[in-house]
């Protein structure tokens, strides 16, 4: 009988211990949270506190481009960037920045070229970072494709993103926008976003190009998320990039909790063989905006 007694007391102390391992981070999380919301006046102060690891909440090295669904989320929520681009009131539009004092000026090109280059600082070289893009009025996805294909053949070094307008509003994503996030894909655009909805959609990853199928809006009680491009020089000098993405929920960072749940919601919504997400390596990360997922680098070889 005590053994009895003894192993149920046993047990019933290692659910507590285990209890406690998986509340308290959460708890501690929304300390810090209340805190920050009451006294912190810094972006994202209320969620973005520092992890356990050594280096969390350091500033990423290299020239950071922060890519949104809605330009107008950068009131609300501006990540330390050196240059944004995404759309506003349904056009596309490139917020300059300054890098040493020196402007990165974009050059603008003819319909059917890029909306937008930049000769973006590598370590001693530099890359050219080319944005695509098709307009809320009247979005020509064939054009588009073609447009970068042919740029990647003058450029297979460059790196493209490819920004498409979605008449579906709740960023539900349909068999028509995947064979056209494909087409793009296979023109050469290392990351694709669509935009126009008003909540995250599902993401699709093909040899590390990256299809983001909704970024979601600005309402306060809607989730977004917003992406963060770091160009930086590699191990033997040649540029590299990393794509990170912060969720974002009424313009401050996920909370530990809010990261997680976001992170299942991808997968739930990612099912497809194509972009079954728990075949893939995402990674957690904690920098100076808040906590991201960590798409690690993406390739800069042209057309896959």
Known sequence: MRRTRRAQLAI????????????????????????????G????AESSWPGRGSRAGEKPAGYGIALYGDL?????????ADAAFGPRDGALELVEARKGGVPLAPAVVDAAGPRFALEVPAGASHLSVAFFGTSTAAP?????????QAFESGDPGAL?????????????RTNDRVDESRNLRMAGAEIVVWYGGDGVGELSQIKRRWIFYGLG?????????VLRLLVSAG?????????????????????????????WSLILKSWAPEQHLMKRKIGFGFDDVGRHFSFGNVPIDGRP
């Open 160 to 172: 493209v993103v490819a920004y498409a307008s979605s008449a579906d509003l709740d960023a539900t």
């Open 41 to 44: 006046k810094e972006r994202g």
């Open 72 to 80: 107008a989320l950068a009131d609300r929520f501006s990540i330390p």
């Open 217 to 225: 809006g600005t309402a306060a009680s809607r989730e977004s998320l």
């Open 12 to 39: 019933i102390a290692v659910a507590i211990a285990a209890a406690v391992a998986i509340l308290a981070p959460a708890f501690a999380d929304r300390a810090r949270e209340r805190g920050g919301a009451r006294g």
């Open 235 to 263: 191990d033997k000098g040649a540029p590299m990039a990393e794509l990170r993405a912060y969720p974002v929920q009424g313009g401050r960072t996920a909370t530990a909790r809010e990261l997680g749940a976001t992170y």
């Open 140 to 148: 020509d996805l064939a054009s588009l494709a073609a447009a970068i």
